[in-house]
Structures are given as C-alpha cells and as structure tokens.
C-alpha cells in the first residue's frame, strides 16, 4: 500500500481458511517528499509471486521482497533504491552479500518458536496475553503523552 496523500486502511490479520496461517509482512517506506502527495495505491502480492532464489549450494533459499538481486526483482515499487530480502539457511547453510558504503544494513536472525497472536496495536502469544495488554493499556500502565498547545 502506498499512502501518498493519505489512506484509512483496516490492517487486521486473516488467516488463510486451509492452513488457518497467518505470516504477515509489513514494511514502511518514507516516501521521497515529491511522492507524498501522489494518489494512493494498492498492490497485493502472493507468497508464489515473490522472486525466489535456490542457494547455490541447495542449503536454503533467498527472496527479493523489495528492489532486486543477481536478476531477481520485486514487483513493488522502489521509491528510493533500498532492498529487502527474505534468506532462510538450513544447517551450515551460507549466505553473503556484497556491501556497498551508501547503504545501511540490518539483519534480523530469529526462529519463532511459539505461537504469536496479533491484535492491532499488540503483538503477544496468547489470547489472555493480548486481553491484558488492552486492560493495562486503558488502565494507564503504559504512560501517557503530554504535549503543550
């Protein structure tokens, strides 16, 4: 979704009715100022329209989410010249990636383990776990924001 001039939009989380799987992505783009005030677009990309790469050595695999890489690119739209991939390694697998100085880098390494139950804002593993953050929410335990007018 492109928000160019402004979008209400409902970012509730459907599971798929076969698997009853829900594997979200969100990633928010600062759009450069001359595309701010453009109208608003919407681009629902399945998981099988994703590029994707076998590693060489067949040991994991890699996906261009965003921009390109060695031939592979993204069906979403490049504003400024950024990337994001998807690269899962199974044991011993490898991956490198050449640098270059004008970007910035950042790698997540993790493995979900448990369940995770997303109620907008609140992200938690369980149900009773989403209710509480809601009641500690609208009691006030997580601070306020005091601004002068």
Do not use: C
Request: no cysteine.
């Amino acid at each position: 979704m492109k928000a160019g001039s402004g979008v209400i939009h409902d970012e509730t989380l459907n599971p798929d009715p076969e698997t009853h799987v829900t594997q979200p992505f969100k990633f928010w783009i600062n759009l450069p100022a001359k595309n701010k005030v453009e109208s608003t677009q919407y681009l629902a990309i399945q998981a099988d329209e994703v590029p994707l790469q076998i590693l060489d050595n067949g040991n994991g695999w890699r996906k261009v989410i965003v921009g390109e890489y060695e031939g592979l690119n993204s069906k979403f739209p490049n504003f400024p010249k950024q990337f994001l991939y998807h690269v899962h390694l199974g044991k011993g697998g490898m991956f490198s990636l050449k640098t270059l100085s004008e970007f910035e880098y950042a790698a997540l390494l993790e493995n979900y383990t448990g369940p995770i139950v997303a109620e907008s804002p609140f992200i938690m593993n369980t149900t009773s776990e989403i209710a509480k953050a809601y009641h500690d929410f609208h009691a006030g335990k997580y601070g306020e924001i005091s601004y002068n007018q």
